[in-house]
T-cell receptor, first 115, second 110 residues
Framework: DVKVTQSSRYLVKRTGEKVFLECVQD?????MFWYRQDPGLGLRLIYF???????EKGDIPEGYSVSREKKERFSLILESASTNQTSMYLC??????????????FGPGTRLTVT | GNSVTQMEGPVTLSEEAFLTINCTYT??????LFWYVQYPGEGLQLLLK?????DKGSNKGFEATYRKETTSFHLEKGSVQVSDSAVYFC?????????FGTGTRLQVFP
């Protein structure tokens, strides 16, 4: 079974803190993704990566950065957390395919609260 | 642009009732279409998919047919169970990424 794990299920941070969210997948997938999930807005893509040291901005990258030093690990960084970044963060991975993208495998999510 | 529109929830049903969750899409080209499910406290998991027009995806009693003429991919189940209570997301592929709808919460009562 594919497994995507996230470092924390719940996290509480203060405004202005630097926050690291870690994601690890065990299936040697090339693609990795970070989403945030908010009520009424569904899932919105923050950043994604096709390979080690590669990253691409998604639809809402402002206020975030990412790091992919190893194939299995993809980190989301909030340089200076703000209250509007309180959300559920979901990591996903998938195989690299030419043409259509197929299944993405999701982690359980990290619920981040910024106070 | 590419987008997905789902019916708003929550959808509240009694056990063994028939379920329909509507999903329509706007896309250039011919995307693949997906339904994902999120059970309480968990991440999303793929429920079913269809990769071309008139394909029917099915899994765990759920079905959805890729209708190009109506740009729809409605999710159906003939008899829901309490264990089907979850949030359901419709999604389409955009080359190398997925675009999700806002999700529809389903609540099934015994």
């Amino acid at each position: 079974d594919v497994k995507v794990t996230q470092s924390s299920r719940y996290l509480v941070k203060r405004t202005g803190e630097k926050v690291f969210l870690e994601c690890v997948q065990d299936m040697d997938h090339e693609n990795m993704f970070w989403y945030r999930q908010d009520p009424g807005l569904g899932l919105r893509l923050i950043y994604f990566s096709y390979d080690v040291k590669m990253k691409e901005k998604g639809d809402i990258p402002e206020g975030y950065s990412v790091s992919r030093e190893k194939k299995e690990r993809f980190s989301l960084i909030l340089e200076s957390a703000s209250t509007n970044q309180t959300s559920m963060y979901l990591c996903a991975s998938s195989l690299l395919t030419s043409g259509q993208l197929y299944e993405q495998y999701f982690g359980p999510g990290t619920r981040l609260t910024v106070t | 642009g590419n987008s997905v529109t789902q019916m708003e929830g929550p959808v509240t049903l009694s056990e063994e009732a028939f379920l329909t969750i509507n999903c329509t899409y706007t896309a250039t080209g011919y995307p693949s279409l997906f339904w994902y499910v999120q059970y309480p406290g968990e991440g999303l998991q793929l429920l079913l998919k269809a990769t071309k027009a008139d394909d029917k995806g099915s899994n765990k009693g759920f079905e959805a047919t890729y209708r190009k003429e109506t740009t729809s991919f409605h999710l159906e189940k003939g008899s829901v169970q309490v264990s089907d209570s979850a949030v359901y997301f419709c999604a389409l592929s955009r080359t190398d990424k997925l675009i999700f709808g806002t999700g529809t919460r389903l609540q099934v009562f015994p």
